[in-house]
């Protein structure tokens, strides 16, 4: 489960990719995720 934080155009490794930077209850740290790479997405309430 992540909660977002922001969604906008990231660079890495001079490669721009969409990108969500948020919360992961998984390992309780902020991390970013790349938008194309999202399988499955369900609204929590």
Known sequence: MIKP?????RVYS???YMG???YCHTRQEN?????????DLKIAE
């Open 5 to 9: 934080h922001t969604v906008g155009e």
């Open 14 to 16: 001079g490669k721009s």
């Open 20 to 22: 969500m930077e948020g």
């Open 31 to 39: 991390m970013i995720f790349r938008i194309d790479r999202i399988l």
